[in-house]
């Protein structure tokens, strides 16, 4: 089991790594639930204070297993600024979501919910792990970062009753734009593809799309594919905002009534 635990990827037997909807990735996806799940009830139980260390711990697991993870890279002799500098989406929210439990800042936490914890969703489902088995560091360093990206969100939620407002959106998009047009920038100098900006990789399920329709057809997909997400993350919020008003214009004229 330890034997490949810290190895690179061309160091792996062949056939080894995870795949998709197999098992194994079945199991680690009904545990997380089960794991988010029960968190959040734990978390409604603890005083204040301890909810604010539970979150910035899990904040500082996360963020610090991505310098992990950068060091293992380079002590293997594999870190390379192309791949590796913190620019996805997943990996900067990561940071933002941290900030967000220091500063307190509602935006912040608007964009973790927005991104983070569609961006942990999806890199759920459709995770891009290569060839790397499940008892890997990488494997699970990949799925404890994930897993908290979606969980801190999630407390926020139904555990502090944070309500997402699709009004933020607007700021939230701002500041998505404003990373890919850093991305977009560095990628054109160093040859990178942060934010997939420049190609489909190669173990993703979109790249029939992007070789159908090439840049920047993939690229307006990917917008598309972003909004659709928003429309589906804001919809239910927006439904119980809209009865939670008409409940309340329903009572005034009660209300006028008996003060009458």
């Excluded at 604010?52 to 993870?69: D, H, I, K, N, P």
């Excluded at 920047?216 to 809209?242: K, N, S």
Aim: a positive charge; one cysteine or more.
């Amino acid at each position: 089991m330890w034997q490949y635990f810290w190895s690179y990827q061309t160091d792996l037997p062949a056939g080894s790594g995870v795949a998709l909807y197999d098992p194994t990735h079945l199991a680690w996806l009904a545990g997380s639930l089960a794991l988010i799940v029960l968190s959040v009830l734990v978390y409604r139980r603890l005083s204040k204070q301890a909810q604010w260390r539970l979150q910035l711990t899990l904040a500082l697991l996360m963020t610090g297993g991505y310098f992990v993870r950068w060091t293992w890279f380079a002590i293997l002799g594999h870190y390379d600024v192309v791949e590796m500098l913190p620019l996805q989406l997943c990996n900067l929210t990561a940071f933002l979501e941290l900030a967000a439990i220091l500063s307190g800042s509602t935006f912040l936490k608007e964009f973790g919910y927005a991104c983070g914890l569609s961006g942990g969703l999806v890199s759920f489902l459709l995770p891009t792990m290569g060839p790397y088995p499940f008892w890997h560091f990488y494997y699970l360093q990949f799925l404890a970062a994930h897993l908290i990206l979606i969980l801190l969100p999630a407390i926020w939620i139904w555990g502090d009753g944070f309500r997402p407002d699709w009004r933020r959106l607007p700021r939230v998009f701002s500041l998505v734009l404003l990373i890919a047009a850093v991305d977009v920038l560095l990628n054109a100098l160093i040859g990178s593809n942060y934010l997939y900006l420049n190609y489909v990789p190669g173990e993703s399920s979109l790249k029939p799309i992007g070789e159908a329709l090439g840049i920047p057809g993939y690229q307006f997909v990917m917008a598309g594919l972003l909004f659709l997400v928003w429309l589906i993350q804001y919809l239910p919020w927006g439904i119980l905002e809209r009865r939670k008003l008409q409940r309340a214009q329903a009572a005034q004229p009660a209300e006028l009534t008996l003060s009458k």
